[in-house]
């Protein structure tokens, strides 16, 4: 089969989107049984130098063009046809859930959340212009969709009217740097520490949230039980926040850097994959309490790592977690000061971490291409049935 894959949101910084097409085009490549391709468009960034040794056995189709007006045209138009672009392909995944026009072509799309239907005013500018008019006649005309969780497979077949075949979970995988880290913590952890801790017997030297600093990932709630944390335990963990700020969260940047949270909590940006998995191997947990998740990756890498994880109970993250995991209202900062200071006891954070290490063996991104096949399959006998 040729496959092409819409390779740009991991051009460049690579959030959850990016690491999902990333990492799916490598585990497609890795069994050679098909032709696969990657998409990428942009004015001014383009593929790294080791990315063809990175993906294996993949071609690039690079394009130096204003990627906002090719996305729009798209969008709203319908063209060109990703057969001008790329060459001719069986199938073509497109990482959001609009539609990359073809000609002859199947097309499938990507629908990770719905928050941008549900919260538009969350939503960032393309997103918020585009996806809630566009998203529903856009599915429909897919021929099959993509998703990343049984809980998102709900919301897209209740909320956009889709059947239950015409959607396909797709999980994303634990990270293959994964054990290492896993080991390493382990080692460290029969010590008693590792470096200097805020809590004396546990694992880790900061407290640690990674994701979009955006409202959806609920970094005033974060920041609510935090300080309520420090009140109760004033030996408590620096809090260390990782990812790229939207401009609508400055006021909580603004309120990390003000008394009494100034000098404990650090906003490093988006950091690079060496940062990420040190901040792993030193955090004594992971605390994501979003409001809207249609996966939640990080809380898979934090498990599949040994660290223990502090989650909502919104979206998919219960899902993810299983019982590795107390899902706290985000809303009730009190409930998830407490299960942050839980997992500061050594035994509950060992047993946590255990917990998460056999949930995280539940997931593969060889798993995740196998899904991915059944749906292009799906997808490429429903545009043959509907050709005819």
């Keep these: 089969m040729r496959i092409l894959l819409d ?22 490549a890795r069994t050679g049984a098909d032709d696969i391709s990657v998409f990428t468009a942009s004015w001014k960034d ?4 080791d990315l063809p040794a990175e993906l294996g056995n993949v071609r690039i189709v690079d394009w130096r063009l204003p990627v906002q007006g090719l996305t729009w045209s798209w969008n709203r138009l319908g063209w060109p046809p990703a057969e001008w672009l790329a060459g001719a392909s069986d ?3 497109s990482q959001s859930p609009l539609v990359i026009p073809a000609r002859r072509a199947a097309r499938v799309v990507t629908i990770h959340d719905l928050d941008f239907l549900l919260h538009p005013e969350r939503a960032q500018a393309e997103m918020r212009r585009d996806f809630p008019a566009l998203v529903r006649q856009h599915v429909h005309r897919a021929d099959h969709v993509v998703v990343s969780s049984r809980y998102a497979r709900g919301e897209v077949t209740s909320r956009l009217t889709l059947s239950h075949d015409k959607v396909t979970v797709c999980s ?5 740097w994964a054990p290492d880290i896993a080991r390493a913590r382990s080692t460290l952890g029969t010590r008693g520490t590792l470096g200097t801790p805020g809590t004396p017997g546990t694992l880790g030297t900061l407290i640690l949230f990674i994701g979009t600093i955006e409202p959806r990932k609920n970094i005033s709630g974060l920041l609510d039980a935090y300080a309520r944390l420090r009140e109760r335990r004033p030996d408590a963990p620096p809090l260390v926040l990782a990812g790229r700020a939207r401009n609508s969260s400055q006021r909580d940047l603004h309120r990390a850097q003000t008394p009494p949270l100034a000098g404990h909590v650090s906003a490093l940006g988006y950091v690079s994959d060496a940062e990420r998995r ?23 890498e934090a498990m599949s790592c040994g660290v223990p994880v502090v989650i909502s109970n919104r979206g998919s993250l219960p899902e993810v977690a299983g019982d590795a995991a107390s899902p706290v209202d985000p809303a009730d900062s009190d409930a998830l000061a407490q299960e942050m200071e839980r997992l500061l006891a050594p ?5 946590a971490a255990a917990r ?7 997931y593969s991104w060889d798993r995740c291409a196998a899904s991915a096949r059944e749906a292009y ?12």
């Design 377 to 388: 399959r799906a997808a490429v006998e429903h545009r043959r049935r509907h050709q005819r």
């Design 7 to 28: 390779y740009r949101p991991a051009l460049s910084e690579r959030t959850g989107v990016g690491e999902f097409v990333h990492e799916l085009t490598r585990a497609l």
């Design 46 to 49: 383009r593929p790294a130098a």
């Design 172 to 176: 994303p995988g634990a990270p293959a």
């Design 91 to 93: 199938v073509v995944h």
């Design 356 to 362: 998460g290490l056999t949930r995280a063996a539940a």
């Design 278 to 300: 040190r901040l792993y191997r030193e955090a004594c947990m992971l605390v994501l309490p979003s409001l809207e998740e249609g996966f939640g990756l990080p809380v898979l």
């Design 347 to 351: 035994a509950a954070a060992r047993a």
